[in-house]
Nanobody
Framework: QVQLVESGGGLVQAGGSLRLSCAAS????????MGWFRQAPGKEREFVSR????????YYADSVKGRFTISRDNAKNTVYLQMDSLKPEDTAVYYC?????????????????WGQGTQVTVSS
């Protein structure tokens, strides 16, 4: 059974950087598109970024475009989210998710496997 485990969250000052990692167990990781979502207190979980199985196609929410970079290393069963120029409004729990059924790219319903999340806090 595939499981996803996020790491790399923490506290950073505005303008700083963090790199999140999402490690997947299981042999089929390279077959799945992967996404990152985030959820701030009192808000709904929202799309951040997505990468296809090979890494050749990536998508970003407008709010993070130009600041965040998604990538993957299929040999390591890991997907990354490099976050630069962080802002206080980026503060949230960040979740990685797997799309094993070719679902919607930008909705939570399009992903059927989720990690436990990692907290990112950006201070002003």
């Amino acid at each position: 059974q595939v499981q996803l485990v996020e790491s790399g969250g923490g506290l950073v000052q505005a303008g700083g950087s963090l790199r999140l990692s999402c490690a997947a167990s299981g042999r089929s990781f390279s077959m799945y598109a992967m996404g990152w979502f985030r959820q701030a207190p009192g808000k709904e979980r929202e799309f951040v970024s997505r990468i296809n199985w090979s890494g050749s196609s990536t998508y970003y929410a407008d709010s993070v475009k130009g600041r965040f970079t998604i990538s993957r290393d299929n040999a390591k069963n890991t997907v990354y989210l490099q976050m630069d120029s962080l802002k206080p409004e980026d503060t949230a729990v960040y979740y990685c998710a797997a799309d094993r059924r070719r679902g919607s790219y930008f909705a939570t319903s399009g992903y059927d496997l989720w990690g436990q999340g990692t907290q990112v806090t950006v201070s002003s």
